[in-house]
Every structure is written in structure tokens, then in C-alpha cells.
């Protein structure tokens, strides 16, 4: 092909695909003005991007583009799930809390993977820091649950204030870096130029320069990272002086998938601690290698090499499942904390016995070591409700199916198919995932969680059927319905009128019935199942198996 048309075709594309990411946000009524797909020239006006070169920036303009937004407007609230941030080019932008939710505030640790507060209880002192709105969410969540958490919060803000961000403030990237809910609300205080950057772009620019990737990770030092060291089960009762000065020491790691970030034998150097993503564990066997083990986020990694006497390197070679934010602990520091604070030694003690003896269990039982690999592979380590049918007993009747049906007024939420492990069947069900990325982007908030436990739901009165949270989920779990009918000339945003309307669908739990999911209810020979953990999918295959 000539080389100008295949420029010419690339180019072309890079206008579909920013035509694509952004066209939606030109019906937001809070928009004044949004840019058209911008220059690396143009982009360069900007100092956020003076470092790089053209070639560079032309591959993330579909990513980047630049508003004006009216005073007032509100650019996200608590809970959304955004994957872009903001660079304040003119005007200011109000940060504050809108709401309080009685729930807490959502934690980034795996709750089902981590010691709970009465387990530390004995070790842990009372709370010396400050009542800001985030520890006081804390405190609400130990009296519903007793577990401390690590929370999502990006800012932590005493209660009542405001931060006022101006020209050269970045917002927004921390959650949708590290696909966290966004913890305050930001308002617009007078009119604002914000250039908006998407994940896939914020990421690339992160790896490719170093003074960008430090400016990243100063604001998260500085709006987040002490807070949340403060709340980890670890590091409760320390002393807040102490746990400043560590926040300010720690390294903070970024991984893309299947990157390797310690190595099986080689020297042991830090304790490393998962703020989002997922590491897997694998030991050498024979000629190969097993997987014996995940670590999610806020989980530990390092403890047995560093306490234990005489082990040389790494037990296990760490490897990044997609991408994956970690903070590393140096050697030189843990020990200052350890010596300085008994009680974490004996966390530090109680983490490495257990992951002896699960990683022992582990190589004993292979079919551990399976389940694990394709639980990660296939996305079953996000799943809260994982729908599955032990296809041995399944007579294909679609009961299942015709039970979500009627139960959803002759729309089912999910298909019979999917991904099989063993006699299982893995259907495409909504897995409720602990980080949905499926509500990233959504233009009119019609996907959210329910508010009833980790349930995901739509609302039909507010989708406009874009696709957006289909084309996002990576387990084909949502379905787009033609709702055989045309969209009302009266329909906005103006786009819609006339077309075709179709809305998203997908699994709901029956959150709203007292007889609980249908597709499982309605099975004639009890062989759907609804597993929240790969540990209880492995206890259903051992039952099975028995």
C-alpha cells in the first residue's frame, strides 16, 4: 500500500476513534464548547505536554480533547466511575462532599482476602488521627462490618470544606487510574478550560516520561497515600509522625500486563503492598511453572523471604494480570517499622504462615493451580455473583433462562453459553465485579450499583442504548435489546430522535424479588449455582467431585 494513503487512512481513523470517545460528552448540557480532534502542536500549548514529540502525541489525540464548561456544571459526583482526568487550563473547579453514604466509603481492599479488625484487635491501638470525612466513614464501617479498609478515597477532606483547584491542577486521574469510584464531588466555580485525558492516553504518558509520571504520583503522595497507610490493617496504631515520613519514603509502582515485577530465587529487596489490580504467583515445577497463588488489592507480598532466616531470593515469580498499581516498602524501611513496632512484625508473621500453607496446598493439589490460572484469565477473581451450571446434570431446558425472562418482563438478562471449566459452565452473567469497569463513561448514569450489596443494575428510563457499557465489559455480559420502537422526536439528546431505540440489559440478581435470582430458583435439577469467590466455585467442584 502507498505509504500516503496509509497515512491518510490513519488518519482517518484517529478521527472515528475521537469522534467516538468523545461524542457524547457534546450532549452534556454543562459543556459549552468541546474541541475537535487536536494537533500535537496544538496539544503542545499546553504544558502538560511539552515533553513529548509529535509522533507521540499523535498517537494519543483520540484520548485528549479540550472543553469549555459553564459555571455550575457538575463534572462528576461521589460514586461515579469515570476513566478520564482533568487539567485545569482556566478557571476553578470546587471539590467537596455532596454525600456521606451511611455504607462507608467503598473499600479498595478485598474484604474476603484480608485479616478483619477483631482479628487484630489485640494489636492494634486506638485511632490518633483527626475526624476528617474519611476516617469517619471508617469508623461507620467497623460498626456494620469490623473490618478497617483501605478506602477509594482521593481526597480527604474535614467535614464542610471545600478545595478550590485552579489553573495547572490535575483531578480525577487517581480513580480512574486505579479504577476506584470517585470519592468527591467537583462542581465548576467560575468558567473552565479543562483539557480531559482518558485512561489509555493518562497511561502512556505516564511510561513515557518520568517527570509526568512524578508529577502523578507527588498528587497521590500528597491528597491520598498517607491517609490510606494510616487505615491499612498493617500499619494501625503507628504513630502519624512516623507513618508521614513513610509515605514520603515508599516507591510507588505501576505494571502493565504481564510484567514481571519480582522473579523466582532473585535477590529479595521490599515488601510490596497492592493499591488495585492483580499479581499472580507461580513457582517453578519440573520444566515449568504453577501458578499457586493471587494477590488482589490491598494484600501483602514479601513478609516469608523478609522474616524468615535463611531463605535465599524469592519464593515465587510475581507477575502483573493486566495493570496493576503497587507501593513498595524497601527493606531498610520495613525493618525501622518492625523494630519500632512489634505489632506489625506479628501481622507481618500471621500473612507469610497462611500463604506457607496455601501455596504448600497449592503444589499438592493441582487442580488448585488450574482453577486459579483460569479464574485470572477469565476475570472469575472480579466476580462478587458468578453464575455457574454443572452441564453433567444440565438438560439444556433453558428454565434458567425463561425464569430471568419472565421475571424481567420478556427481556432475559443473560445467555446460556459461555466459558467452560471442568463440567462447569461459566454462563454470560453479570459477574457484579469488584471494580465494573462496564459504569466507566456511561452518558447518562443509567448503569450504577444498586446500592444493594455489589449489585450492578440499569436503569431503562435513563439508557439511551449507546453501547458504551457493553462494548467496556470484557465478559460479553451486557445485551443491547431493540425495543422494536423509534425514539421521540422530543428525545434528547437530538441525536436519538428518530432512531432506532434499544437499551442495555444484563443480570440484576432479582435484587428487587424476595425469591433471589431467578435463573438459579427456576432450575428443575438445582445445577445453577451462584458462587461470589473462586474459593467457593472450588468448593462446589469439590462437592461435584466427591
Known amino acids: ?98 454525600k456521606l453514604r451511611d455504607t462507608g466509603v ?71 487510574l486505579n479504577g476506584w469510584p470517585q470519592s468527591v464531588t467537583a462542581r465548576v466555580d467560575t468558567e473552565c478550560t479543562l483539557v480531559q485525558i482518558r485512561v489509555p492516553a493518562l497511561r502512556a504518558m505516564k511510561k513515557q516520561s518520568t517527570v509526568f509520571n512524578d508529577r502523578i504520583d507527588k498528587i497521590y503522595r500528597a491528597r491520598t497515600l498517607t491517609t490510606q497507610l494510616k487505615s491499612t490493617p498493617l500499619f494501625r496504631g503507628t504513630e502519624e509522625a512516623f507513618i508521614d515520613a513513610l509515605a514520603q519514603k515508599v516507591a510507588l509502582v505501576s505494571c502493565s500486563p504481564e510484567d514481571v515485577v519480582a522473579r523466582e530465587g532473585d535477590a529479595v529487596d521490599a515488601l510490596y503492598l497492592v493499591r488495585s489490580g492483580f499479581l499472580k504467583l507461580s513457582q517453578q515445577m519440573g520444566e515449568g511453572d504453577m501458578v499457586v497463588t493471587y494477590l488482589s488489592k490491598g494484600m501483602t507480598f514479601g513478609e516469608a523471604e523478609l522474616l524468615i532466616e535463611g531463605l535465599e531470593g524469592w519464593q515465587f515469580t510475581m507477575t502483573s494480570v493486566g495493570f496493576t498499581e503497587l507501593i513498595k516498602v524497601d527493606r531498610s524501611d520495613l525493618l525501622a517499622v518492625t523494630q519500632r513496632f512489634p505489632a506489625i512484625k506479628r501481622r507481618l508473621w500471621k500473612t507469610a504462615i497462611a500463604r506457607i500453607k496455601e501455596t504448600g496446598h497449592t503444589r499438592e493439589n493441582l487442580d488448585k493451580s488450574g482453577l486459579i490460572e483460569f479464574s485470572l484469565a477469565k476475570g472469575l477473581v472480579q466476580g462478587n455473583s458468578i453464575l455457574v451450571i454443572d452441564l453433567d446434570v444440565c438438560t439444556r431446558c433453558d428454565d434458567c433462562v425463561r425464569g430471568c425472562e419472565e421475571t424481567h418482563g420478556g427481556r432475559p438478562r443473560f445467555v446460556r453459553e459461555g466459558e467452560k471449566y471442568g463440567n462447569f459452565l461459566v454462563a454470560r452473567s453479570c459477574y457484579h465485579c469488584e471494580d465494573p469497569v462496564c459504569l466507566i ?47 421521540p422526536e422530543t428525545a434528547l439528546p437530538e441525536w ?9 440489559s444484563k443480570c440484576d440478581l432479582c435484587h428487587e424479588s424476595e425469591a433471589g435470582p431467578a435463573c438459579v430458583n427456576n432450575c428443575p435439577h438445582s445445577c445453577a449455582f451462584r458462587v461470589g469467590s473462586i474459593e467457593e466455585f472450588q468448593a462446589l467442584l469439590a462437592v461435584d467431585n466427591a
Open 1 to 98: 500500500m502507498d505509504k500516503t494513503i496509509a497515512r491518510d487512512l490513519a488518519a482517518e481513523e484517529r478521527e472515528r476513534l475521537f469522534e467516538d470517545r468523545w461524542s457524547a460528552y457534546g450532549a452534556n448540557t454543562g459543556i459549552d464548547k468541546i474541541s475537535e480532534r487536536l494537533s500535537p502542536e496544538a496539544l503542545r500549548q499546553y504544558e502538560l505536554f511539552q515533553p513529548y514529540d509529535d509522533a507521540f502525541l499523535e498517537k494519543l489525540t483520540p484520548d485528549i480533547t479540550v472543553a469549555t464548561w459553564k459555571a455550575d456544571a457538575i463534572l462528576f459526583e461521589e460514586g461515579n466511575y469515570l476513566d478520564l482526568a482533568f487539567f485545569v487550563v482556566e478557571g476553578t473547579v470546587d471539590v467537596y462532599l455532596k
Open 106 to 176: 467503598l473499600p479498595i481492599f478485598d474484604a474476603a482476602r484480608i485479616a478483619t479488625e477483631d482479628e487484630m484487635a489485640s494489636d492494634a491501638d486506638s485511632d490518633p488521627y483527626g475526624r476528617t470525612a474519611f476516617f469517619g466513614q471508617v469508623e461507620k464501617g467497623k460498626e456494620g462490618e469490623g473490618i478497617t479498609l483501605l478506602s477509594t478515597m482521593e481526597f480527604d477532606l474535614p467535614y464542610g470544606s471545600v478545595v478550590q483547584l485552579g489553573p495547572g491542577d490535575i483531578f480525577g486521574e487517581i480513580g480512574a
Open 441 to 487: 463513561g456511561c452518558p447518562t448514569g443509567a448503569i450504577r450499583r444498586a446500592n444493594v450489596g455489589e449489585v450492578v443494575e440499569i436503569d431503562d428510563g435513563l439508557c439511551i442504548g449507546c453501547s458504551n457499557c457493553a462494548n467496556k465489559c470484557p465478559y460479553d455480559a451486557i445485551i443491547m435489546h431493540d425495543m422494536d420502537e423509534t425514539w
Open 496 to 504: 436519538l430522535r428518530g432512531r432506532p431505540r434499544k437499551v442495555a
